[in-house]
């Protein structure tokens, strides 16, 4: 899939801002890491967020797996963005959105890993330690888990963070490559024609003239039935060997190959 059929599905969505980079262009750092232990309180609590998504290390080499990137943004009108509550209450819709774009990908072939914006919040309680992810399809791990500064990237990229004390805005980021298709080689049998044992019977199998065959006498042919049942011709001994000759039938046609009985 192309970034111009990718562009022409997504601008169906109300998408504020995007960009397509490529994934070494992304700043990693582990500073993130510890502004997250120490201020966030999701850490340790959601398959999400650190430790569970591994170390940074680790997830740089994850998200260097894939070709490029699709970074998008999305906004949302609130009274107070410093209102926390309200704030998360619009996360749902973006998220919605990044589903949409990340399952249309996957539907036509092309690997996804998705990073969203904040931690999953799919689950009232995460299962995070005690058991394994109950829904992996819909958690999208959050973007400063793998130690990639949101700040940092829209000044790169020359995109909006801040619009104003009612408008929070939402970021994803979606890695994405072709996935790769196995094609499978058609097997030709080989006829007994083309092998090279066929050829050499034929090389060495002598046609005989038509004025070697003794006037009157006819072909038989003897059924075996303690073997194949196939009819095989009877080999009369007294009659020689055959033998090969230049000499053309009454058509012009170079005889082919008989068995003398």
């Known amino acids: 899939m192309t970034k111009d059929e990718i562009e022409s599905f997504i601008t169906q969505f109300p998408i504020y801002q995007y960009q397509f980079l490529k994934p070494d262009e992304i700043e990693y750092n582990d500073r993130v890491r510890t502004i997250c232990k120490k201020e966030c309180p999701r850490y340790g ?20 797996q894939y070709d490029d990137v699709l970074f998008f943004s999305s ?41 969203s914006s904040d ?28 130690g990639i500064i949101v700040a940092n990237l829209v000044e790169k990229f020359a995109m909006d963070y801040f619009l104003g004390e009612q408008y929070i805005v939402w970021f994803s980021l979606i890695f994405f490559k072709n996935a790769e298709r196995q094609t499978s080689t058609d097997t030709v049998e080989e006829t007994p024609e083309d092998s090279a044992e066929y050829e050499s019977l034929q ?31 009877f080999e009369n001994d007294q009659e020689g060997k055959e033998r090969q000759t230049d000499e053309t039938d009454q058509d012009g046609q170079k005889p082919g190959t008989a068995s003398k009985v």
């Open 203 to 233: 090389e060495t199998e002598e046609p005989l003239s038509a004025g070697d065959v003794p006037e009157g006498e006819e072909s038989q042919a003897l059924v075996d039935d303690q073997e194949n049942e196939e009819s095989q011709p």
């Open 45 to 64: 609590t959601s398959w999400s967020c650190p430790p569970a998504v591994g170390t940074v290390e680790e997830c740089m080499e994850r998200c260097h």
């Open 75 to 115: 906004i949302a009108q609130v009274q107070d963005v410093m209102d926390l509550k309200e704030s998360l209450a619009t996360k749902a819709e973006h998220e919605k959105m990044t589903h949409l774009i990340e399952q249309y990908l996957r539907e036509h072939q092309v690997d996804t890993y998705t990073l």
């Open 119 to 146: 931690s999953c919040a799919a689950c009232d309680k995460c299962a995070y330690p005690k058991a394994a992810c109950r829904h992996p399809e819909q958690m999208f791990p959050c973007i400063e888990s793998h």
